[in-house]
């Protein structure tokens, strides 16, 4: 079993999953027809030694700004194509830099994306200058335009530990309870807001909103 971005594949290459398979013994069953197939599945997951894949507040972290940027730029997108027109214009600015400087073009390339040097506070900037973009989406959560930029703030806040591993160490620091909370529920929300744009930041867009 494997897990990206919220979504779970189950796979098992041979067994009851497989094709139906001749051997000398006899016959092995397999997938012959749907109904079969779900009572193979069924049959073979309720067998099978439950594991559990435990995600971590560093991995939602992560997760929670990818989300943000493929969010951010297919809802700027359905604006305008250029979205980086709607970002503020010192924040495009020093992405754009970032983008086009030499260290960067000789790594990545020529046409690696403003966005992908966008600090997660960035998120919470941009959302708030398009604010008439964005709040449609944000009203289900009942969260007004300064809780978004709040939160995201804090989640900033959150965010620099795993990018700073020595810091962690040396402050020996430990996130609360109510920081665990707070990034279970905004990894929960992003992934939701996020599903119909996942793709939009590398500019390979999985489906259409």
């Not at 749907?34 to 594991?51: C, G, Y």
């Not at 435990?54 to 972290?61: A, H, K, M, S």
């Not at 960035?122 to 398009?130: D, K």
């Not at 609360?176 to 905004?186: I, P, Y």
């Amino acid at each position: 079993m494997g897990s990206s971005r919220g979504a779970v594949i189950v796979d098992q290459s041979a067994g009851t999953l497989a094709d139906p398979v001749d051997v000398p013994a006899g016959r092995i069953p397999g997938i012959e027809a749907n109904r079969t197939f779900a009572k193979n599945l069924v049959e073979f997951l309720i067998a099978a030694p439950a594991t559990q894949v435990r995600t971590t507040i560093r991995d939602r972290l992560a997760r929670i700004e990818c989300n943000l940027c493929d969010f951010v730029v297919g809802v700027l997108s359905l604006k305008d194509p250029n979205w980086l027109d709607l970002v503020p214009p010192k924040i495009a600015t020093k992405l754009t830099e970032k983008a086009e400087d030499g260290r960067t073009v000789r790594r990545f390339g020529e046409k690696t994306s403003a966005i992908a040097f966008s600090e997660m506070w960035n998120f919470g900037e941009i959302i708030r200058a398009n604010w008439l973009l964005f709040q449609g989406y944000f009203k289900e959560f009942q969260m007004s335009r300064n809780d978004v930029q709040k939160t995201i703030e804090a989640l900033n806040e959150l965010r620099r530990l795993p990018g700073h591993p020595a810091l962690e160490y040396v402050t020996n620091y430990k996130f609360s309870a109510d920081e665990v909370r707070l990034v279970e529920e905004m990894d929960s929300m992003l992934l939701e807001l996020a599903r119909p744009f996942l793709g939009s930041a590398t500019g390979t867009p999985s489906s259409s909103p």
